[in-house]
Every structure is written in C-alpha cells, then in structure tokens.
C-alpha cells in the first residue's frame, strides 16, 4: 500500500505540473516583416516565436511539447488567431531543432506548429507523442496563457514527418481522424499501417530525386497504398537531409549531394508543401486549384 500510495501522490504531482501552462512571451524566431509578401515557398508577413511546456504523456511520464506560433514584435500571439495546427515528428536521430527552419516558415504563413519530443530523438519508442501533443496544446488553447486562443480545440489538424518519423506521422494519421491530412517528406509508411483506411482524407508524399537513404522510386511506390486524394511530388536535386539544418558528416557521405543551391530547393520544395497546406487545412481554393495545374518549377506531380 506504501509503494501504491506513493506511486499516486507521484501522479498527481506530475498532473498538476503538467497542467501549468506557459504565461509568459515565447523566444523570438524571426520579427514580423510586412515586406515579406507569403507567396507560396516564401516566409509569410508574420513573426514566429517558440515555447516549450510540460505535457502528461502517460500516468508516470511527461512530455516535453514545442510550440512555434506566429507572433507579433513582443513575442506574443499575432492577431488572426485561431491558427490551423500541425504537428511535425522529427526523423530518427534527428534533434527536433534541426527543423525549426522549416517550423518558423510555416509560422510566419498562419500555422501552429507544434513539435513534441522523443526520448533518445527516436519516434518510434513513442508512437502516440503526436496526437498527445496536439491534445496538450488544444488544452492549452482554452486555458490563461500564452497559447490560449492559438488553435480551434474542435479544429482538425495535420501530421508531417520527416524519415522514419514520417512512417510514425503515418500511423497516428491512420489511427486518429483528429489529424485531417498527412504530410510525409522523404517517408513511406510501413506495411503494418493500414492508409488506404483513410480514403477521403488528403495525404501529401514528397520526395527528392538525390535522396538516397530513402530514394523517390520508393516514395513514388507507396503513393499506390493511399486512396484519394493523394498527391506525389518529386523535387530535382533535393536529398534526404536537406530537410535539415547542421547534417552530420556521417549524414551528408550516406546522402546524395547537398543541393548547390539549398535555398533554392528548399524554396521550390516548400512551394508544394504550402499549397497543400492552405488547400487543406484554410481551403484554399485558388491554392488546391494551382495544385490541380501543377507546372512548380523543378517538381514533378503525380496522383
């Protein structure tokens, strides 16, 4: 009984830590900019500030949940809240802050994107941190704070994963209707997960044609597991860690080259990746319609 009893008031303890929200302005990412015009691939006219809290997980176990929102000169939520959300799960090995490019971009175009952790950077030791993130942040949303009002609690929203955490992004896609669209870059699911469940519901693969630890024919052959819509996108001299900041060695002699031009590509990836996203989650449809023409500079489309 002494062992159960401590086990409890252990519970409560972590409940209500986790239950304190943060209150006070994020750190600065990037300053808002009106010059900054949004077009798709480009930074949007907002800023972009981050945070991070405490989140329940499991009874015994906390998570630790990023949020970058888009935000104004003092670090504060810009107006035009709520925001759509998404959730991004980092690849295997990979510091989710060697993404925080990527998560301020989408900041600055009107999204919330939240980036729950891993223990050892691994999302396969933890496949359910995706939609508990969301949930945390949703609790968040209506509570004192300074993410309250950031998303619509009843909002869906959409799940992105690069590598291998694109195959975990895939299972609480497959898992959780909470989670609207899916997003997989440079990522395939696996076998045991069952996307043609999600007929209706949109899913977004991108490939690079120099990714070699996860090449585009791959990519391209599991576009044939998803149901419509469904969309490939296949972007020239892009590889696999490209989607990254600061590759270790080891990353960039088991990759293929490093684009000449990262910006660049990075730009040309990115210009896919935001029209899905309006089209999806702010149904956009001049957005969905520049999808349905197709013609992006350097990227290839297939349904």
């Known amino acids: 009984m002494r062992r159960a009893a401590r086990i409890l008031v252990f ?23 009106p010059v900054r015009a949004g077009v798709a691939g480009t930074d949007g006219p907002r800023g972009a500030a981050r945070i991070s809290f405490a989140a329940q997980a499991r009874v015994t176990e906390s998570l630790d949940v990023e949020v970058v929102y888009p935000a104004r ?19 295997a090995a990979i510091p989710r802050g060697r993404y925080r490019w990527l998560a301020r971009h989408m900041a600055t175009r009107g ?6 952790d891993h223990p050892f950077n691994l999302p396969m030791l933890d496949t359910d941190h995706a939609i508990l993130a969301l949930r945390a942040v949703r609790d968040a949303a209506v509570e004192p704070g300074t993410l309250h009002g950031a998303i619509d609690p009843a909002a869906p929203a959409v799940v992105v994963g690069h590598s291998l955490g694109g195959a975990i992004a895939a299972r609480q896609w497959v898992q959780h209707t909470e ?14 997960d069952d996307v043609a469940s999600r007929a209706g519901a949109p899913a977004l693969l ?27 996108a296949q972007v020239d001299g892009l590889n696999h860690y490209a989607w990254t900041d ?25 210009t896919v990746v935001d029209r899905w996203l309006d089209a999806t989650l702010l149904r956009d449809a001049d957005a969905a319609a520049a999808l349905d023409r197709g013609g992006f500079p350097n990227v290839t489309l297939l349904r």
């Open 73 to 91: 000169f003092d670090n504060t939520l810009a107006e035009g809240a709520p925001y759509p959300a998404v959730v991004f799960l980092q690849g």
């Open 11 to 33: 519970a409560a303890a972590l409940s209500a830590a986790c239950a304190r929200y943060p209150s006070s302005p994020g750190e600065r990412v990037l300053e808002p900019n």
């Open 206 to 232: 991108m490939a690079g044609s120099a990714d070699v630890p996860m090449p585009p024919t791959r990519v391209q052959a599991s576009l044939l597991s998803f149901r419509p819509p469904r969309l490939y």
């Open 179 to 192: 989670f609207l669209g899916l997003v997989l870059l440079a990522a395939s699911p696996t076998e045991a």
């Open 111 to 116: 999204y919330v994107v939240i980036l729950p």
């Open 246 to 270: 600061s590759p270790a060695s080891d990353e960039l002699t088991s990759d293929g080259p490093r684009p000449a031009d990262l910006t660049a590509t990075r730009q040309q990836a990115l």
